[in-house]
């Protein structure tokens, strides 16, 4: 298929390509009703950020859609933005912006291929059965042209998946690898199954840390689907409100985008509550994909000892294995995960960049970086809580 029968569009609201066509790109394993493997790219996601108006106008989010299509059938789309900052990506590239900008440039804005406010691996170059290497490449080839046309100083596609940062660098995109901590299921039969895996020290300090918290003088409850009620949206509201306002200044999202979940996206979700005196007092909001569990929000109006593990972390195990879920994604950062069976994991996210001999200096810095990344999971990964024995099998 040569390039002139592809067409390549932006198009600035979800709305105007239409769920069927996003799906059939994002999600097509849901068609026949199962669940997606991944929540964030879905149309329902997306859509509740943009109506929600926690992406667009004032948010230094702006929907630039791409698709790709071939003779009037959409192939492949990718979740573009126009970035007026670097706020909500995960991905840090803050002194990439002021060494560009001291040197006379300007860096803002930039494109960004990614799912808003949201630390999650994916794909991000979303392609119908069939199209995969022709559809990414036209979107690649898309995005890159639309940052020149446009004389943007960059295109990033963060949390995208190993295979799709190979592919890209294939093109001639830069490739970074940072690290998360995720936990992964060894074919669990509950919870005292993994707690088997671990040291004995680490597994006695779960334990009585899962003590600690469960003795706060209440009860802990996981909902999802249509067990979640307009009450807990409420409590959870609050919950977020202060976490957003202690580490991002303000919160990302808006109200409304919590009532749009209720609405479209509550099958998606497992809300972790603690209730003390008929009052709720903290939660975990969690999203559920085909084979992992991603944390993403945690808050609380009450300090109870260990109660964030539980909520956070604990629960988030439970409920996987429960489930038989794969793994579990805690977010970004925090090497206190490490003490919790959660191991760092590769992410990764790739970068284009139009000035030459700025893209030269970033290239020599992210090949220092990997190496840096690969050494730091290594020594992270021999101070796991694992037995010996299982490091060395998983190696």
């Not at 840090?92 to 040197?103: G, P, V």
């Not at 300007?106 to 949201?118: D, E, F, M, N, S």
């Not at 009620?229 to 303000?250: C, I, L, M, N, V």
């Amino acid at each position: 298929m040569s390039a002139q029968e592809i067409e390549i569009t932006v198009v600035p609201h979800l709305a105007e390509i239409g769920q069927d066509q996003w799906d059939a790109c994002a999600c097509p394993e849901a068609a026949d009703g199962t669940r997606a493997v991944d929540p964030f790219t879905t149309y329902r996601f997306l859509s509740a950020l943009e109506e929600s108006g926690s992406v667009g106008p004032g948010t230094g989010w702006q929907p630039q859609y791409l698709t790709a299509a071939v003779g009037g059938q959409i192939i492949a789309v990718a979740p573009l933005y126009a970035k007026s900052h670097s706020q909500g990506e995960y991905i840090f590239d803050q002194n990439w912006a002021h060494a560009y900008e001291r040197a006379g440039g300007r860096y803002y804005p930039k494109l960004q291929i990614a799912v808003p406010h949201t630390p999650a691996t994916g794909r991000r170059f979303l392609t119908r059965p069939g199209f995969e290497e022709t559809g990414m490449a036209a979107l690649v080839q898309g995005a890159v042209q639309l940052t020149q046309n446009n004389q943007l100083s960059s295109l990033h596609a963060t949390f995208c998946t190993e295979a799709e940062a190979l592919r890209a660098q294939d093109m001639g995109l830069m490739i970074r690898k940072n690290q998360q901590f995720h936990w992964c299921n060894d074919g669990y039969e509950d919870f005292d199954g993994f707690l088997g895996n671990l040291n004995s020290r680490k597994r006695k300090n779960i334990r009585k840390e899962r003590k600690q918290a469960q003795a706060f003088g209440g009860t802990i409850e996981t909902f999802t689907g249509d067990q979640i009620a307009p009450e807990h949206w409420d409590a959870f509201w609050q919950f977020y409100q202060d976490t957003g306002a202690r580490k991002w200044g303000s919160p990302y999202l808006t109200r409304a985008f919590f009532d749009i979940a209720h609405e479209t996206l509550r099958d998606d979700i497992a809300l972790v509550l603690a209730q003390r005196d008929g009052r709720w007092v903290a939660g975990a909001l969690n999203f559920i994909g085909a084979d992992a569990l991603y944390g993403r929000y945690w808050g609380c109006a009450e300090h109870h000892p260990c109660l964030h593990f539980e909520l956070c972390y604990y629960q988030a195990i439970d409920f996987a294995i429960a489930n038989r879920l794969a793994t579990v994604e805690a977010g970004a950062q925090g090497e206190h995960k490490l003490a919790r069976g959660y191991l760092p994991t590769p992410t990764w996210s790739v970068h284009w960049l139009r000035d030459e001999g700025f893209a030269n200096a970033v290239g020599e810095y992210l090949e220092a970086e990997r190496d840096a990344v690969d050494r730091e999971i290594e020594i992270l990964t021999d101070y796991g809580p694992f037995k010996q024995v299982q490091i060395e099998e998983q190696e």
